[in-house]
């Protein structure tokens, strides 16, 4: 026998016996409460989320899981404190920001590629472009075509440089071919508030949030991204000319790059079996978000597209962080 055939034999052990290691450590893990970081304040949908998920998910784990939340850099300080864990119990809730943030940010703690583990792909949640009532546009054409009339005249707010709703922003733009101003605000709801209020033109934000104030008729709701209507009432992009407006919200787990492949697959399984449960159902039903991937393979593949898709719009936009 060869030095290298008995090298090769010796690598596929340590990577099987690596493998059970992995399998018996999945079966006894959690041994503690589980740690989930938010990185968004209480009330948001992301924060929302975690907690519709704590409670199924704590009963499939048989742990309790904690709800933390750490908000600041448009998620990159709950991302930073995931990426320096090592208990093997702590894991965060991310958005989209996780994909547009490295598109836009070399100097980021971490690298979301190599430093962090995409454990399971909960899904997406479209955004609804609303204006102010007193904006002489009832539709997105007519809201473009006012835009081009006013070049640089009218804005729109964004919870932060890097969240959905700005590319959103700015897809708008180069696809409209407007100027619109983006003004930037210390989150969703002040955005919105101030949409409502007349004091700023519009804003993009996602259906749970918006949903009463369109219902209630405080703001005008134009269009919808997604494939599929998230309101009855509220056509997509496509039904009004803008095909491929493909920019919604999403949300994951994640966890350090160190996390065992059997923990990985093990918690990715049983988010998916939470996700099952009846009344969180009903939750993401009437907030019409679409599951994606399913698998970890399928995050990781679905996070890299989304960093060279944000990199694009990015570029285009002159969006940066230094």
Same mark, same amino acid.
């Given at each position: 026998?060869? $030095?290298?055939?008995?090298? !090769?034999?010796?690598? $596929?052990?340590? @990577? ?10 999945? /079966?006894?893990?959690?041994? /503690? ?41 448009? =998620? ?6 995931? @990426?320096?864990?090592? %208990? =093997?119990?702590?894991? @965060? ?10 598109? &836009? ?61 700005? #590319? ?26 101030? $949409?409502?209020?007349?004091?700023? %033109? ?8 918006? *949903? ?7 703001? *005008?709701?134009?269009? !919808? ?22 920019? !919604? ?12 492949? =059997? ?9 998916? %079996?939470?996700?099952? %449960? ?21 995050? *990781?593949? #679905?996070? @890299? ?7 694009? &719009? ?9």
């Amino acid at each position: 026998m060869t $030095v290298e055939r008995f090298a !090769s034999i010796l690598n $596929v052990a340590f @990577a099987l016996i690596a493998l059970g290691a992995s399998g018996v450590q999945a /079966q006894s893990w959690p041994t /503690q409460s589980v740690r989930m970081i938010v990185g968004f304040a209480p009330g948001g949908t992301a924060d929302i989320l975690a907690r519709k998920l704590q409670t199924p998910l704590s009963a499939r784990l048989g742990q309790p899981i904690v709800i933390e939340n750490r908000p600041g850099a448009s =998620g990159a300080i709950a991302t930073a404190e995931v @990426a320096r864990a090592s %208990d =093997g119990h702590t894991f @965060a809730l991310v958005v989209s920001t996780h994909a547009s943030l490295p598109a &836009i940010n070399r100097k980021l703690p971490y690298d979301t590629l190599r430093d962090i583990v995409p454990i399971s792909l909960i899904g997406r949640i479209p955004l609804i472009l609303v204006a102010k009532l007193g904006l002489p546009a009832n539709t997105l054409p007519e809201l473009v075509a006012l835009a081009k009339e006013r070049p640089g005249a009218l804005n729109y707010a964004h919870p932060g440089i890097g969240l959905s709703h700005h #590319f959103a922003g700015e897809l708008l733009k180069q696809r409209g071919g407007i100027n619109i101003v983006p003004v930037a605000y210390r989150g969703a709801a002040p955005a919105l508030t101030d $949409v409502i209020a007349g004091q700023i %033109d519009m804003t993009f934000a996602t259906t749970p949030s918006v *949903r009463d104030p369109v219902e209630s008729r405080l703001v *005008r709701a134009l269009a !919808s991204t997604g494939s599929q209507r998230s309101m009855p009432s509220v056509p997509t992009f496509a039904e009004v000319g803008f095909e491929g407006f493909d920019v !919604s919200e999403w949300y994951g787990i994640v966890g350090p790059a160190g996390t065992p492949p =059997g923990v990985v697959a093990r918690l990715s399984a049983e988010i998916n %079996d939470a996700l099952e %449960d009846s009344q969180l159902q009903d939750w993401l039903r009437a907030n019409a978000l679409q599951r994606g991937a399913t698998t970890p393979e399928g995050f *990781r593949d #679905f996070v @890299a597209k989304e960093i060279e898709r944000s990199k694009v &719009i990015a570029e285009t936009a002159k969006i940066s962080v230094e």
